[in-house]
């Protein structure tokens, strides 16, 4: 009954029982969730795997032959022709390497800082790097984080027009703060546009679902200054406000 703070023993057996099977409940959703988060990383790894054994593989074979080639001819033409093969079939490579490491981060085992400096030398980016405070991240939140410096730093070596991109991480007890700054060329962003180029919907969405602030700013030669701020949760799990 409603208010009730005594129990007689058969009640206490059932309240138990109750309390058993909603604790084994909760214990199979949580093994279940694990389960899913782990088959689809072996997924990705498997594809990442497949992508570097064939496609990749299959890239490198087309540059070296095309360079072969080149001195089979004196055809200043045909030479000019395989310099396009050669240069595309590179440029595809650089493209594949890359689509390989979002599959699979191969330096995010050892941190976000290490991963973010990895990243910049692959795509041939020069990252300045620096952190401030200890970072308490889950799994999730460092994924999210991940997944908007890969972006970021992609549309920087595509588009900003430099080689030298700034990535800072801050954190206190309360905030975690990233912040991805070029001297590039910048371009015109207004919030309500939406702006579906670039990426800027994804990491956006990426952010807020992780309950993160999400600010870009830009202006035509100006560069662009994209930051994520993610609040922290205390050691009872509850959000520091």
Not at 45 to 73: C, G, I, P, W, Y
Not at 75 to 90: A, C, G, H, K, T
Not at 165 to 189: C, K, M, N, P, W
Request: glycine share 8%; charged share 25%.
């Amino acid at each position: 009954a409603a208010g009730k703070t005594m129990f007689d023993e058969e009640e206490l057996h059932l309240l138990e029982s109750v309390a058993f099977q909603i604790g084994t409940a909760i214990q199979r959703m949580k093994l279940s969730e694990y389960k899913q988060k782990n088959a689809l990383l072996m997924e990705r790894n498997r594809l990442a795997q497949e992508l570097h054994d064939s496609v990749n593989q299959m890239l490198f074979s087309v540059s070296l032959t095309a360079r072969a080639a080149k001195t089979l001819t004196k055809d200043e033409n045909l030479q000019q022709m395989i310099d396009f093969i050669q240069n595309l079939s590179q440029d595809a490579l650089a493209e594949m390497k890359a689509l390989i490491w979002q599959l699979r981060p191969g330096g995010l085992e050892k941190g976000l800082s290490e991963a973010i400096k990895s990243y910049g030398a692959l795509i041939g980016l020069n990252v300045i790097f620096t952190q401030k405070g200890c970072l308490a991240l889950t799994d999730e939140q460092e994924h999210m984080l991940w997944r908007i410096v890969q972006e970021a730093l992609n549309n920087c070596k595509k588009h900003a027009g430099t080689d030298t991109a700034y990535v800072s991480l801050t954190a206190s007890s309360y905030h975690a703060e990233l912040d991805i700054i070029d001297h590039g060329a910048g371009f015109r962003y207004e919030a309500h546009d939406g702006v579906p180029s670039l990426g800027i919907k994804g990491m956006k969405e990426r952010a807020v679902k992780a309950g993160a602030a999400f600010l870009i700013e830009s202006e035509l030669g100006a560069g662009t200054k994209l930051s994520v701020r993610l609040p922290l949760t205390n050691q009872k799990g509850r959000t520091v406000q």
